[in-house]
């Protein structure tokens, strides 16, 4: 079954200037968490980030960036949210070549043909051992997930609503700050990184 990479064209990595991908925690989920897309791009070109696309509503952008450091541009882009659009919202960063990676190791291939409802979680950090040990995945079947490096890979068969995997696989269950995106937004913004 196809991970759904060879899909893609190959990224191609820039030594100079390379291609990152915000993904911005629970924003248009409430009345009071809006942040329009367009906004989101021209504060991210304020800080000097080039090529900027976003990706639907829920908060993903692509932008070339000659600052170095993930967790840098995480802090800077959350921070010019918090004094430019009053909003306290979390921000994680990955590099083109991360995501590509996260791809490409995707654990649960099958789980592809149901792109909507397989998941990537992406975390701050890895939890905590304890934290990942303490999940049985028998007690969640059928749903499957896997951990990865600083993500999850799930798969909600019968969507995320009723499922007590989503509970445990959230901020408060792992202890990390986490952002999910379906497979088909994982492998767009992979494609948007390469454009």
Do not use: C
């Not at 759904?4 to 820039?14: A, M, S």
């Not at 639907?56 to 170095?68: D, E, K, L, P």
């Not at 499957?144 to 995320?160: K, L, S």
């Amino acid at each position: 079954m196809s991970s759904g990479r060879d899909r893609l064209r190959p990224v191609r990595h820039h030594a100079q200037v390379p291609r990152y991908v915000a993904l911005l925690r629970g924003i248009n989920v409430g009345r009071n968490r809006k942040v329009a897309m367009a906004d989101l791009r021209e504060l991210l070109e304020e800080l000097g980030q080039r090529d900027v696309r976003t990706y639907v509503q829920s908060g993903n952008a692509v932008f070339t960036s000659a600052r170095r450091g993930t967790d840098a541009l995480a802090g800077e882009i959350e921070r010019a949210i918090a004094e430019r659009l009053k909003l306290d919202v979390r921000v994680l960063v990955r590099t083109a070549r991360e995501l590509a990676r996260v791809v490409d190791a995707n654990p649960l291939p099958h789980a592809t043909r149901d792109p909507a409802r397989f998941n990537v979680i992406f975390l701050g950090a890895d939890p905590a051992p304890d934290r990942v040990t303490a999940i049985d995945p028998a007690a969640f079947e059928p749903e499957e997930f896997r951990f990865g490096d600083r993500v999850v890979y799930a798969w909600y068969r019968n969507g995320t609503q009723a499922s007590k995997l989503d509970k445990v696989l959230s901020e408060r269950g792992l202890g990390v700050t986490t952002t999910a995106r379906n497979w088909n937004t994982v492998t767009k913004l992979l494609a948007l990184a390469d454009a």
